[in-house]
């Protein structure tokens, strides 16, 4: 089994989303290491810590926003932003693994 995907997300539980291109999304990241990257890059991100996603993380997000798309961060791009990455569908987000259901770097 890969390393989990990793979200943003505040000490009082709340997930990081915002929009790109209009649409609401949660920013996601490959691995810890990019999530750390990432962090390190964009400033506003200072409330939030890195989180592995699982299975049922992104259901009950998706479950409270219907419409949320997943947006993977491209961690090596130079912009202090979100904006530099690709658009994930769940499907190519979730990977079920043998102990735990993570979200796999696809």
Known sequence: MGEPMY???RA???WLTTE??????LPVCRDATAARRV???VGTLLV???QPLDAKVIERL???TPDL???LVDDFDPKADLTPGQWLSPDEVITTGHDDDYAVAA
Not at 20 to 25: A, F, N, Q, Y
């Open 7 to 9: 979200g943003m997300r």
């Open 12 to 14: 009082n539980g709340e």
């Open 20 to 25: 790109i291109d209009g649409v609401r999304c």
């Open 48 to 50: 939030y810590r890195p």
């Open 39 to 41: 962090h390190r890059r």
């Open 62 to 64: 998706t479950r409270q």
């Open 69 to 71: 798309k997943f947006w």
